[in-house]
């Protein structure tokens, strides 16, 4: 489950930094169109991409997919951020696409409210939003995690355009970045690599913790943590770094400076498009290496 008070934190943050809020983000960037926040990958692939219906047994799950339009790639597996489905996820999972992946990108609240669930440029400013988000986020159990896991790593492996010889990746953003370890711990056998973007309550004093779980992962990892995260909580780093090291496993584990919780998705007001490249590139040899 995602912290709620990390995140009236960040919007403490943000009004105190005058900052501009996902509306007012919104409202710049309608102009341009969404397909003008990220770069296209160096030599992009044609891809083929679709708004799906997934049945699981707990509903039916709207999700998109999107793959090169020829031949079969390691399939990734995306998590959204607490706002979950909409345009700029759609834009960040074409984008893996383009670079050699068969992606899906899902809605984590399916069970309750087809994606997406708030109007562009939402804000968690807005008691709206957080009367809107807060308990939909509650309702994400570790338990309906790895359920969901279940079935969108089985959709994957039932698509021709997913290589079956080959390992699967996820990432996830914010409340995504337990997700990834939570998939990565229940198919170790299949997810061999994770990303976690600004991943919030990834090591806490519960016996759900997602770091207890480092000793189930065959995965190799990414941790890009944002410095005010870190400034929050500084510990945490730490003890991931231990629970790879202990586990032998690979894990890139790093503070990104200059950052505020947030600042991946293209359509975040605290967006860093400097260091998100960067850490965007950090995923994609991560893949590079562990996928091929």
């Known amino acids: 489950m995602y912290d709620e008070e990390m995140i009236r934190d960040e919007e403490d943050r943000l009004r105190r930094s005058g900052g501009m809020t996902r509306?007012?983000?919104?409202?710049l960037s309608v102009g341009a169109g969404m397909a003008?926040?990220?770069?296209?990958?160096?030599?992009?692939?044609?891809?083929?991409?679709?708004?799906?219906?997934?049945?699981?047994?707990?509903?039916?799950?709207?999700?998109?997919?999107?793959?090169?339009a020829n031949g079969a790639y390691p399939g990734v597996l995306v998590?959204?951020?607490?706002?979950?489905?909409?345009?700029?996820?759609?834009q960040v999972a074409r984008r893996l696409a383009e670079s050699g992946y068969a992606v899906l990108v899902v809605n984590p609240y399916y069970r309750t409210e087809r994606a997406p669930i708030l109007p562009e440029g939402a804000s968690f400013r807005d008691e709206a939003t957080r009367q809107?988000?807060?308990?939909?986020?509650?309702?994400?159990?570790?338990?309906?995690?790895?359920?969901?896991?279940?079935?969108?790593?089985?959709?994957?492996?039932?698509?021709?355009a997913v290589a079956e010889d080959r390992k699967m990746g996820t990432t996830g953003y914010c409340m995504g970045g337990a997700m990834t370890m939570r998939t990565a711990?229940?198919?170790?056998?299949?997810?061999?690599?994770g990303a976690s973007f600004h991943g919030g309550r990834l090591v806490t004093d519960k016996p759900d913790s997602p770091h207890l779980l480092v000793g189930a992962l065959r995965a190799h990892y990414?941790?890009?943590?944002?410095?005010?995260?870190?400034?929050?909580?500084?510990?945490s780093k730490t003890v991931l770094r231990r629970a790879f090291d202990a586990a032998g496993l690979p894990a890139e584990i790093e503070v990104y400076a200059g950052t505020l919780h947030g600042w991946c998705p293209p359509d975040s007001a605290v967006y860093n498009e400097a260091q998100a490249e960067r850490a965007w590139s950090r995923m994609l040899a991560l893949f590079e290496t562990t996928l091929a």
């Open 132 to 160: 809107k988000v807060f308990p939909l986020m509650r309702s994400l159990t570790p338990e309906k995690t790895v359920a969901d896991a279940r079935a969108f790593v089985g959709f994957l492996d039932g698509r021709d």
């Open 79 to 90: 998590w959204p951020d607490a706002l979950g489905l909409r345009p700029a996820f759609k």
């Open 23 to 27: 509306r007012e983000f919104g409202a």
């Open 222 to 235: 990414l941790f890009a943590i944002a410095e005010n995260d870190d400034e929050k909580d500084p510990e």
């Open 36 to 68: 003008m926040l990220l770069p296209r990958a160096a030599n992009a692939l044609a891809v083929t991409a679709a708004d799906i219906e997934m049945p699981t047994p707990a509903g039916v799950a709207d999700c998109h997919f999107v793959h090169p």
């Open 185 to 193: 711990a229940a198919f170790p056998e299949r997810i061999g690599a």
